[in-house]
């Protein structure tokens, strides 16, 4: 289950804020808390954006680290409403500029100084905080494409209008069904080799041109601005930039950047040196810093995608699945009970070695709730892959999902059908849960439900399928 759950459970258990008060104040009973709690199940993306409301009435501080702690290790979790909560203060100093730091992301119509901050954390934390040697542009530049890989290519997320990764990105010969890379490469180490080995001269050539130079201009800003003032107008490419790496240089003992250069002109630079004072900060304060990062980095990406759901799952690389073991048992279950064909194929499911699809594709709404799965042959999974099943298919999809509640409801006890059913009542907003039985009424939620996220994520360039 997800990270959501995890962040739950350690707020609680360390603010001691019971689950019965927070069930109170959310509206919801009980054994819903309970159940997160413990992991059973996902929070809605709503609901964790209404936990985080809640927590900021009861404990502000808890509200910061349930965020903090949401975000520090992302597998499994929905996205927020960005714009309710505050942005994480970072940990004060009396060595270093915190405020400098915390300008570096304002007001940014580009991904690249995200990429480069957050490639540039995790580049520090994998040597251990051992940065005093330089890092050059190209180290920071491959990791930066290999976590943009990620929500661009995989989930098929925007960047904005203006922003170019993805064509870089789609230069890139990256295998997308290569599941090393998906569910078994988190430290993205297999990814970097893959693109290390490419021709990306040009790519980095492109990139490395502004945004290490721009990204620290925070740090001596009023430095520009009395430059500015004593001057009309550039005349010349890389006046800017050039006047960052000479103060880089000549400040670096007393302005205190992030990172100098590794060279007095601008066109010879090739990597970077941070600062021993930050790099005491950073190994001090990683977490906050990491966290705080990736949630400007979640605001600005939500902004670009404000109807595609779970944007916090899609930025980072995603963990390996959670078990479906529960979903499955439900299936056999079902399957034991009478004979039922495969929508796509047509054939007849066995009672067990079936594998269980996800209707519209993980890669898109990231989650596995189970009014999205229904068996299928693996080999039938294999060719879905993350396509969108063409249209012809939702009636019998919608058929199926009927006939297993149908009988499940027979077959369970009160408690676990209750369980069962209630992601069905909460996401397709059905509310009564004797409505669920009707199959006019299981249709059209399913209908209003699945035909915005359909049309989302068409337009996001999933592509339809239909088995042959």
């Not at 957050?118 to 330089?134: A, E, G």
């Not at 001596?220 to 550039?234: D, L, W």
């Not at 249209?391 to 369970?412: M, P, R, T």
């Amino acid at each position: 289950m997800g990270q959501a759950g995890k962040a739950l459970r350690h707020v609680l258990e360390t603010y001691g804020i019971s689950q019965s008060s927070l069930a109170s104040a959310l509206g919801v009973d009980r054994p819903v808390v309970f159940r997160w709690f413990h992991e059973q199940t996902d929070p809605t993306a709503e609901t964790v954006a209404s936990i985080v409301r809640v927590l900021r009435e009861l404990n502000p501080t808890a509200a910061k680290d349930f965020i903090q702690f949401y975000l520090v290790d992302p597998t499994q979790a929905g996205e927020m409403d960005l714009m309710a909560t505050p942005i994480q203060e970072l940990p004060k100093s009396d060595t270093v500029d915190v405020s400098a730091l915390s300008r570096l992301l304002k007001k940014k119509t580009n991904s690249y100084k995200y990429l480069f901050l957050i490639s540039l954390l995790d580049i520090v934390q994998r040597r251990q905080f051992d940065v005093l040697s330089p890092i050059t542009f190209q180290e920071i530049i491959i990791e930066m494409l290999a976590n943009a890989w990620y929500p661009h290519t995989y989930f098929k997320l925007s960047f904005g209008l203006q922003d170019k990764i993805s064509d870089k990105l789609d230069s890139l010969c990256i295998d997308i069904s290569d599941t090393k890379i998906i569910f078994n490469d988190t430290d993205k180490k297999y990814l970097r080799r893959i693109i290390s080995a490419q021709p990306i001269e040009d790519i980095v050539s492109s990139l490395k041109r502004y945004v290490p130079f721009l990204l620290i201009r925070p740090f001596f800003e009023q430095e520009v601005k009395a430059s500015k003032a004593g001057r009309k107008k550039r005349t010349n490419p890389g006046d800017d930039e050039q006047e960052i790496v000479n103060l880089a240089a000549a400040l670096f003992d007393i302005k205190k950047p992030l990172y100098r250069f590794d060279a007095s002109l601008y066109k010879d630079c090739s990597s970077i040196t941070l600062h021993p004072a930050w790099v005491s900060y950073l190994e001090n304060n990683y977490s906050i810093v990491r966290a705080w990062a990736s949630w400007e980095w979640l605001k600005y990406m939500q902004q670009r995608n404000p109807n595609v759901p779970a944007i916090a799952n899609k930025l980072f690389p995603p963990q390996e699945r959670g078990s479906l073991n529960h979903q499955k048992a439900y299936w056999k279950l079902i399957l034991k009970q009478t004979n039922l064909q495969c929508i796509y194929s047509k054939r007849t499911l066995p009672s067990s070695g079936f594998s269980l699809d996800h209707y519209l594709p993980w890669s898109f709404v990231a989650h596995d709730q189970p009014w999205n799965l229904i068996p299928t042959f693996p080999e039938v999974n294999s060719s879905k892959s993350n396509y969108l099943p063409n249209e012809e298919y939702f009636d019998e999809f919608v058929n199926l999902q009927y006939l297993g509640l149908s009988i499940a409801n027979k077959s369970l006890g009160q408690t676990q059908w209750s369980n069962y059913i209630e992601p069905y009542l909460t996401d397709l907003k059905i509310g009564d849960k004797n409505n669920i039985l009707d199959l006019h009424i299981l249709k059209a939620a399913y209908e209003s439900t699945l035909s915005p996220l359909l049309s989302i994520a068409t337009r996001q360039g999933f592509a339809r399928w239909s088995y042959r």
